[in-house]
């Protein structure tokens, strides 16, 4: 089956929680611990997330660069893209309200929901 393209409007949209994740995680970390490892914590957590978010790609995934460091089947990717998105809400809500977290739930679930031609693919291959 054929990698299915893309709208530049759904990888902007996809982009905006990639990185809402990130900022979410460091910031969660921030303020649930204390002393030097606060810091380590605001870094690592953040910093794990995203090496995992970058290495572990599906070969040929239009949402991506197309290229894989580590080729992992889709169901993977997915299971690693939700887990870090679905954290990263989490910690959006811990760090800033459940109405906070609610809405990039929402702009999740509305990413996957129009990108769904995506994840067949990942599930199918």
Request: net charge negative; glycine share 12%; proline share 6%.
């Amino acid at each position: 089956m054929n990698p299915p393209e893309m709208a530049g409007w759904n990888l902007l949209l996809r982009f905006a929680p990639e990185i809402g994740a990130l900022v979410g995680l460091g910031v969660a970390a921030w303020q649930s611990t204390d002393g030097p490892v606060r810091w380590i914590a605001t870094i690592a957590v953040p910093l794990v997330a995203a090496i995992l978010w970058g290495t572990f790609n599906v070969l040929n995934d239009p949402s991506r660069s197309g290229e894989a460091a580590i080729e992992v089947p889709g169901w993977l990717r997915l299971a690693i893209e939700l887990t870090i998105l679905g954290s990263g809400g989490v910690a959006i809500g811990m760090a800033w309200g459940p109405a906070a977290g609610v809405a990039f739930a929402t702009a999740i679930v509305f990413h996957y929901a129009t990108s769904w031609s995506r994840i067949h693919w990942l599930l199918s291959g």
